[in-house]
Nanobody, 124 residues
Framework: QVQLVESGGGLVEAGGSLRLSCAASGRTFGRYAVGWFRQAPGKEREFVAAISWSGDRTYYADSMKGRFTISKDNAKNTVFLQINSLKPEDTAVYYC?????????????????WGQGTQVTVSS
């Protein structure tokens, strides 16, 4: 069993940056792939990025390439999502999720554990 807690969200002006964190407890992230998803009001939850357990493979949604960077620190059991040049359309609740089979995927059904999310609000 893995418990995930996201943090780092907040209110930021357009053009700013945020670094979201996803901390794991219960078991380490050492053998889990981790993904970030986001859900804006009235919209489906969408894939943002994913990383393999070793950190050597990263994946991004096409629309997220360039401004989003996923990384991890296994020693700290934490995965990060750096978001630069924030836009109002990035406003959403951001969730991290873990896959016990280390298969980073864009499909949210491929993840076994989810955090509660952290709110990101970007003002114009």
């Amino acid at each position: 069993q893995v418990q995930l807690v996201e943090s780092g969200g907040g209110l930021v002006e357009a053009g700013g940056s945020l670094r979201l964190s996803c901390a794991a407890s219960g078991r380490t992230f050492g053998r889990y792939a981790v993904g970030w998803f986001r859900q804006a009001p009235g919209k489906e939850r969408e894939f943002v990025a994913a990383i393999s357990w070793s950190g050597d493979r990263t994946y991004y949604a096409d629309s997220m390439k360039g401004r989003f960077t996923i990384s991890k620190d296994n020693a700290k059991n934490t995965v990060f999502l750096q978001i630069n040049s924030l836009k109002p359309e990035d406003t959403a609740v951001y969730y991290c999720a873990a896959d016990q089979f280390n298969t980073p995927t864009m499909d949210r059904r491929g993840y076994d554990y989810w955090g509660q999310g952290t709110q990101v609000t970007v003002s114009s």
